[in-house]
């Protein structure tokens, strides 16, 4: 696990330059640096040694000194690559030389054979071009920003602060998207002329020339099988995963929370350690659920309950950390229990990915629970929907509104904050692109398909791929660890994309099929759990004088009056405080936002 860095180009005081930038995300490996410079190519990483950690050092030479690579990730079937690529002369046991065999044998297609977590860039000395990737799901993140003839690549966005040709501008059109999303949905960034290499996606970049292409994209090839054969496959394709990501020279540990994801997965893996955050309020503490499903597994479980001022307090280091605003309340649980983590061990696996792959979320059940109303006429259902939505939401009958509309019309992903209309009311700036733009080329790939396998398309593409997996990237490298995620593997995704939706949502629970193959490994009842994500009191705590004037008074930054109408903000404050409506959600996100324009801005 590292970070690296780079770039292509004349620029002047290379080495210093390359340095800065790597010393700027030190904290994805603080074990050692190493730099390769050659005429108008840099490249920079910063190592967290895992695997072969004395014979792993990078930039890494091909035996022949004719590739050399830069490398953030583990590939985990670098073994079983290894028996496929015979005729190189290996040179070490760290699976980042494979990346170098496998380009000799394979050339650009060298992602196709690879399974695990992924972002390189592999510079060809003889042919001067710079070959990049980025793995299937985007576990690993990927930048890129070209100026003035200078081309540059960084794990984290903040690595180009430091690099002379970077002009850091914010980027208001990102801003509206971010508002109905809670992250950056696109491959724009929060930072003009920064872009994200998309999940699944490689560049090439040679004499000043960018192309960009996929290598990977998502399928639904459903098979009916019988239900036994389908829970067995779950049971050996996750307990293979679940060993591919175990392989390690140093203590792999992982999270814990008291619901099936990770509880499956501490099961399987059995580590010495594990570690949950919990907090003072019963109903958002998970501690004792964990610690229930250690002792029975005869395993270690750390705990920590966070504080409300801990919580509030290292919310700007969390902003810097993301590099882009993002209003997820558990990524700062997800930052307290990774540090925890680091105490005791370098590695940890994580349930991330489960709910998107097995159908895991409450909103899948409507294609089963709403069935007998799908069956009446989309024109009657759409007449009923546009006459309910003229009133506020009213509890039990919102499906009328949900089921009375195009999914392509009105879906974006399970997490949606604002409504454009309310976008439209709070902003102050002009909305330059809708969420239709940005979900219909996903659900134009998926036409044809069923409502669940859209639902599921859409929220691997962003939630997932954008947010989640960014967050887990993000807070575990900010404490100097690496986080894995079992589920997310393109041997998992092979057998959960072919479950019929039955398979995957009823109208008794979620991620059906799972859960019985998770039975066979949790010795207590997690299998049966209820989804509850990392739950965290903050709804409760804006209520609290502290709080509630912390945050106002950030609504009434000239910032904030510049974005937004800052009336109406305070106002959704106010109706929260007084528990008149639950405006948490819509508060957090543009409070988050705020704290992050005043961290780079």
Request: hydrophobic residues 35%; charged residues 30%.
């Amino acid at each position: 696990m590292c970070g690296i860095a780079g770039f292509v180009g004349n620029v002047k005081n290379k080495k210093n330059v390359l340095k800065k930038m790597t010393d700027r995300i030190q904290h994805r490996g603080p074990d050692s640096e190493g730099f390769y410079i050659e005429g108008n190519v840099a490249l920079g990483q910063r190592r967290l040694s895992i695997i072969d950690i004395e014979g792993g050092y990078q930039p890494m030479f091909s035996y022949d000194k004719k590739l050399v690579v830069v490398f953030n990730g583990e590939i985990y079937n670098y073994k079983e690559l290894k028996e496929e690529l015979l005729d190189y002369p290996f040179e070490t046991t760290c699976d980042t030389e494979i990346l170098l065999a496998g380009y000799k044998a394979w050339g650009k297609n060298l992602p196709d054979h690879l399974r695990g977590m992924f972002s390189f860039a592999l510079y060809d000395i003889e042919e001067k071009t710079l070959f990049c990737a980025r793995d299937h799901f985007g576990i690993k993140p990927f930048y890129y920003y070209e100026e003035d003839g200078v081309f540059l690549f960084a794990s984290e966005i903040k690595a180009f602060l430091d690099h002379p040709n970077f002009k850091k501008k914010f980027n208001e059109s990102i801003l509206s998207s971010y508002l109905s999303f809670s992250f950056t949905p696109t491959t724009e960034t929060f930072f003009e002329g920064v872009k994200r290499l998309d999940a699944g996606y490689s560049l090439t970049y040679a004499s000043g020339s960018l192309s960009i292409e996929p290598y990977f994209s998502l399928s639904f090839p459903i098979i009916s099988k019988d239900y036994d054969s389908v829970v067995q496959n779950i049971s050996q394709v996750m307990h293979d995963s679940t060993i591919h990501h175990m392989i390690s020279d140093v203590e792999v540990g992982s999270f814990l929370s008291s619901g099936i994801d990770s509880s499956y997965i501490v099961s399987m893996a059995r580590p010495k350690k594990t570690s949950t955050v919990g907090y003072d309020i019963p109903k958002y503490n998970e501690i004792d659920y964990a610690k229930d499903l250690a002792d029975k597994l005869g395993i270690q479980n750390i705990s920590k309950k966070i504080s409300k001022k801990e919580y509030m307090n290292v919310l700007d280091k969390i902003m810097y950390h993301m590099d882009e605003p993002a209003s997820d309340p558990a990524v700062v649980a997800l930052y307290f229990v990774a540090k925890l983590a680091s105490e005791d061990v370098k590695v940890v696996l994580s349930g991330e990915g489960a709910d998107e792959f097995f159908g895991g979320y409450n909103s899948y059940r409507e294609e089963v629970d709403f069935s007998f109303y799908n069956k009446i006429p989309f024109g009657i259902r759409h007449a009923i929907s546009k006459f309910f939505s003229l009133f506020p939401p009213i509890r039990g009958i919102n499906f009328l509104v949900r089921r009375g509309q195009k999914l392509e019309d009105s879906y974006i992903g399970v997490n949606k904050v604002w409504s454009e209309k309310e976008v439209e009311r709070l902003l102050k700036i002009p909305i330059t692109i809708t969420n239709q733009e940005i979900t219909k080329p996903v659900f134009d790939e998926f036409r044809g398909c069923s409502n669940l396998v859209k639902m599921q398309a859409i929220d691997i593409h962003f939630w997932l791929m954008k947010d989640i997996l960014q967050k887990a990237d993000r807070m575990t490298m900010a404490n100097s660890i690496e986080g894995r995620v079992p589920f997310v593997d393109k041997e998992v995704f092979r057998v959960a994309s072919s479950l019929p939706l039955e398979y995957k949502v009823t109208k008794e629970n979620t991620k059906v099929a799972l859960r019985d193959a998770a039975k066979k490994d949790i010795p207590n009842e997690s299998y049966k759990k209820k989804k509850l994500g990392f739950p965290v009191p903050i709804r409760d705590w804006m209520r609290e004088e502290d709080v509630y004037e912390n945050i106002k008074k950030t609504f009434s930054s000239n910032v904030a009056k510049k974005y937004f109408d800052t009336d109406y903000l305070i106002k959704l404050l106010e109706d929260h405080k007084a528990h008149k409506k639950d405006n948490y959600r819509k508060i957090w996100n543009v409070y988050c936002f705020l704290r992050w324009y005043k961290v780079f801005f």
